[in-house]
């Protein structure tokens, strides 16, 4: 082997050692990584935060998010209870608008009656042949159907038992064919909507 040669191996084991001993250094500047764990800070610098610090921060981290659990669950409640109130402030609506429009219906209703018992009168006191009680007649009908378009309905009464809620008796009557208690004669026509009775019938009942 030449001078050369011989050299330039020399110098390899030369950095062969040198890179063994920098190996060693770097070993015995190692830290545990059991004991040490990496994190990054705002600057993007790699700081190292010991196992107990990383415990306290984990303490630190979940506290808030318990935190913030607790705030989603007062939201979430406030929530339900403003939805709460918005549908029941909504039924509640709908039942005084409901309460509104009947009330509206029962009071021209209640207007209305006299015009159709002077109908009743003046059907009663014609001859229904004639031309002018006809018209008399189809005008009643068509008042009549009005307040059936409405819900306004006839209460029944001529030969039903006499129902105070319904009926008011205005005469006792002996009526062999009729069962005490039966309703004979319909003196005045009685109206209702739905449950609420805008005026009984004036009725004659057999004793």
């Not at 040490?36 to 990383?54: M, P």
């Not at 409640?77 to 409901?98: C, H, I, M, P």
């Not at 009908?141 to 059936?148: H, W």
Request: charged fraction near 35%; charge should be negative; glycine fraction near 4%.
């Amino acid at each position: 082997m030449d001078n050369k040669d011989k050299s330039a191996e020399e110098l390899t084991k030369e950095e062969a050692q040198n890179i063994a001993e920098q190996s060693s250094e770097a070993e015995s500047e190692a830290v545990d990584t059991d004991e040490f764990t990496a994190e990054t800070d705002a600057e993007g610098v790699k700081v190292e935060l010991s196992r107990e610090e990383l415990i306290t921060e984990l303490a630190v981290q979940q506290e808030k998010v318990a935190e913030l659990d607790a705030e989603v669950d007062d939201l979430l409640g406030r929530l339900q209870r403003l939805q709460a109130d918005f549908v029941n402030y909504r039924k509640r609506s709908q039942k005084e608008k409901a309460e509104m429009v009947t009330k509206g219906k029962i009071d021209l209703c209640f207007e209305m009656l006299p015009v159709i018992d002077n109908f009743e009168r003046a059907l009663n006191s014609e001859e229904v042949e004639t031309e002018f009680a006809k018209g008399v007649q189809m005008i009643y009908n068509q008042l009549l159907k009005v307040f059936a378009d409405q819900g306004i309905e006839e209460i029944e009464a001529a030969g039903k038992e006499f129902d105070p809620e319904f009926h008011e008796a205005i005469m006792r009557v002996e009526a062999e064919a009729e069962e005490s208690g039966t309703v004979v004669e319909v003196l005045q026509k009685g109206f209702i909507l739905a449950d609420r009775v805008i005026r009984p019938a004036r009725v004659k009942v057999a004793v």
